[in-house]
Each structure stands twice: as C-alpha cells, then as structure tokens.
C-alpha cells in the first residue's frame, strides 16, 4: 500500500489566554503576516540607506516614508486580499450573503487581490509622497517573498489549502472531513484508523517556490547584481517567478471547492474538457507571467538606451 505521512499535531494558535472573560489567541497565520511585514519593512529602510543601490545613486524615499508605504500596504493586503476573494472565488455566495464580506477573521483571502490592493495602495503613498512608483515596486518585490514563504507555512500548520490526493510516499495526511474526502483511489492509505486519504503538502511546495527559491533571486540581485538600478526590473522578475511557481503548484493544488463538481472533478475554472483546463489559480497567474515578462523587457530595453 502507499506511504503516507500522518500531520503533525500542530495548532493553529501560537498561545491563547483568557483575562476576565475576554478571550485572545495569536495564530500563527497572524504571526506570518506581522513578521513578513516588519522584515520587509526593514530591509527596505537598509535599502534605502545605501544610495549606491539605486539609479544615479538617490534613493527613491527617505527612511521615515517606508512606515508610510508599510501602512499603505497592509491597508491594500487586507482589503484587496478580501475583496479579490469575493470577486475571483465566490461572487454569487456573496451577493447573497453581503454582510459576510467584512468578516474576514473568517477567512477567504486571495492572493491576487491582494497584489491588486498593494498596487493601488503604493500607486497612492508615490503620488502623495512624490517617490517613483517603479522604484517603490522594485522596494517591495525585493521582500514580498518573506511574507509569501511564512504565510504559505502558515497555511500548512492551519491544514488548510493542501493539495489533491497522491501516491507520493511525502503525501501528508491532512486532518478533517474535506481532506479526507478522496474522489478516487488515489492517494487512499491503510493506517491503524482504516483508510487515509494523503494529499500533496503543496503549501510547502509553495513556501519553497514562492518564499525560499525568489526570495533568495530576488533579494541576491537588489544587493549584489545592482538590479534596483534599473528601475522595473526586479518588479517585473518577481511578477515572472511567482506566477511561473503558482501556475506549476496549481497542477497539484486542491481548488477550491465550488469549482469541483461531478462534471468538473478537477475544478477548473476554465474547462476545455474533463481532463484539460486552467484552474482559478492559472488564470490570474497568466497576466502575471505576461506582465513581468514586458516589464523586464522594457527595463532592460531602457538600460541598453
């Protein structure tokens, strides 16, 4: 029979306490977002105090106006992180159901609208604060991975948003009654408690790709390849390597549930057959690619002038 391995016995919570009634519990997912947050924060400031890493030698804000940029974007995390839920993944429950849209302690987050709200949130602090939108992207694509890798692992020990049933002897036994919802025989294992669905940890495929791997490219070339010089480079590589890693990931990736029916088991968004398709995840992931692409190619274009 298939291996699998059984999930850790881990908690979504770091501690919780209990004072006078009142209830209050740091998850690790909160943790995620606040450290990937503050690093950024820092290298950037470390960034902006070494002039020699931008064009002509200036740097494009002062130390003080990346706390700005940092409030503008968790601003834009938040809310285009839920609204691009709502709108990408689930328009008709929330059409029905408003007043569900602001209960975002609830979960529902897509990746995509956040990338959308950061965008229209920096294009607002550069118009306001007089910085160059390009060099404030370049600023944020550098540490955007470090909050990517901590919140996918974040994902991992919440067991949530894993990926679809495997025979690979690294296939997670993901607890709960979606997980274990096997379509198939794929990835079913025998354990002492009967029959297992083992399903890919593509959470940590995604840390390693989207968090580790571009991390360490795109931070090794702000610092050491001088690729802040050329402003949209770096900008347009991050946009490159992320939706190429989410685009390969999303093969494996369980999505998400109202897109798998009977006659759609695979859950793609955009089915061309029962066996061909792009999921959700692709589809917003290819703009990306074609983005990134023309942006590196426009940057480099400029260099060689």
Request: aromatic share 12%; charged share 10%.
């Amino acid at each position: 029979m298939p291996l699998a391995i059984p999930f850790p016995d881990l908690s979504p919570d770091l501690f919780s306490i209990s004072i006078g009634g009142f209830d209050f519990a740091l998850r690790w997912y909160a943790l995620a977002y606040i450290v990937g947050l503050v690093a950024g924060w820092r290298l950037i400031v470390a960034a902006v105090k070494r002039p020699d890493l931008w064009p002509q030698g200036i740097a494009p804000m002062r130390p003080d106006q990346v706390e700005s940029l940092l409030t503008a974007v968790v601003l834009g995390v938040i809310l285009g992180g839920r609204l691009g839920f709502v709108v990408f993944y689930q328009p008709g429950y929330y059409l029905q159901n408003p007043g569900q849209i602001l209960h975002i302690w609830q979960g529902g987050m897509a990746f995509h609208g956040g990338l959308i709200g950061v965008a229209v949130a920096a294009y607002l602090f550069c118009r306001t604060q007089k910085v160059a939108p390009l060099q404030a992207a370049d600023a944020m694509a550098m540490v955007v991975a470090i909050g990517l890798g901590l919140g996918r692992l974040a994902n991992f020990i919440n067991a949530e948003l894993w990926g679809r049933p495997t025979d690979a002897p690294w296939g997670v036994i993901f607890p709960g009654p979606a997980a274990q919802a096997c379509p198939g025989p794929v990835g079913i294992v025998m354990t002492e408690l009967g029959q297992m669905c083992a399903r890919h940890p593509s959470q940590l495929y995604q840390a390693a790709l989207e968090g580790l791997v571009m991390g360490v490219i795109l931070i090794w070339l702000a610092w050491s390849r001088g690729w802040l010089k050329t402003p949209g480079a770096l900008t347009g590589l991050f946009f490159t390597l992320y939706g190429l890693a989410r685009f390969a990931v999303e093969f494996v990736r369980q999505p998400d549930a109202q897109f798998v029916t009977e006659g759609n088991p695979i859950g793609f968004a955009l089915a061309l057959s029962p066996t061909l398709g792009l999921t959700m995840g692709q589809i917003l992931s290819l703009p990306m690619i074609a983005l990134g692409l023309w942006l590196v190619m426009r940057a480099r274009r400029s260099e060689a002038i």
